[in-house]
T-cell receptor
Framework: KNQVEQSPQSLIILEGKNCTLQ??????????LRWYKQDTGRGPVSLTI?????NTKSNGRYTATLDADTKQSSLHITASQLSDSASYIC?????????????FGSGTRLLVRP | NAGVTQTPKFQVLKTGQSMTLQCAQD?????MSWYRQDPGMGLRLIHY???????DQGEVPNGYNVSRSTTEDFPLRLLSAAPSQTSVYFC???????????????FGQGTRLTVV
């Protein structure tokens, strides 16, 4: 069964510190991997999207890495801010031309404290 | 540019009642889909559509119907609400993309549904 597993489930860090969130997937065939940020009570918003040929992609203080061989991805947040408090969701798209199936991880809930 | 608009934002239903969750997008996206989000679980696909007049089932379709008469709208109907359908529902849309290229999925703000 295609799955996306994220760790840790939750994380508390102090403002200004860095952190790294992990994502392991078993989705095959693989098309691309996305990281979303979901604020409480809001819909997910895209941070990055990477194909299997991309190893790293940055979006401001967010840097995502992808190792398609080991089927692992990470999201690194630099110099965290209070506004980074949210759930971060790893999403993998199956490579099926006729469909658009996204498989979601259950997310990592990040709390940034002053 | 409103993006993806969902209504209502909150709804309480009694068991057995029916209702329709509305979803509209103004980006001329081909793909639209409905997900439910439950505590401790990833978003799960209910139904999706690859274009007007075309719909298909996702992972958890039972108890829900959809239709896609226009590109812009993709309503989700609960036929006979059950407490197990208490959840947060998200609508999403995106361009189709070609080959390895892909485009981002845009999500609505969600509808929080409680069935009592």
């Amino acid at each position: 069964k295609n799955q996306v597993e994220q760790s840790p489930q939750s994380l508390i860090i102090l403002e200004g510190k860095n952190c790294t969130l992990q994502c392991n997937y078993t989705v095959s065939p693989f098309s691309n991997l996305r990281w979303y940020k979901q604020d409480t009570g809001r819909g997910p918003v895209s941070l990055t999207i990477m194909t299997f040929s991309e190893n790293t992609k940055s979006n401001g203080r967010y840097t995502a890495t992808l190792d398609a061989d080991t089927k692992q991805s990470s999201l690194h947040i630099t110099a965290s801010q209070l506004s980074d408090s949210a759930s971060y969701i790893c999403v993998v798209r199956e490579r099926r031309d006729s469909s658009y199936k996204l498989i979601f991880g259950s997310g990592t809930r990040l709390l940034v404290r002053p | 540019n409103a993006g993806v608009t969902q209504t209502p934002k909150f709804q309480v239903l009694k068991t057995g009642q029916s209702m329709t969750l509305q979803c509209a997008q103004d980006m001329n996206h081909e793909y639209m889909s409905w997900y439910r989000q439950d505590p401790g679980m990833g978003l799960r696909l209910i139904h999706y559509s690859v274009g007007a007049g075309i719909t298909d089932q996702g992972e958890v379709p039972n108890g829900y119907n959809v239709s896609r008469s226009t590109t812009e709208d993709f309503p989700l109907r609960l036929l006979s609400a059950a407490p197990s359908q208490t959840s947060v529902y998200f609508c999403a849309s995106s361009y189709r993309g070609t080959g390895r290229r892909d485009t981002e999925a845009f999500f609505g703000q969600g509808t929080r549904l409680t069935v009592v």
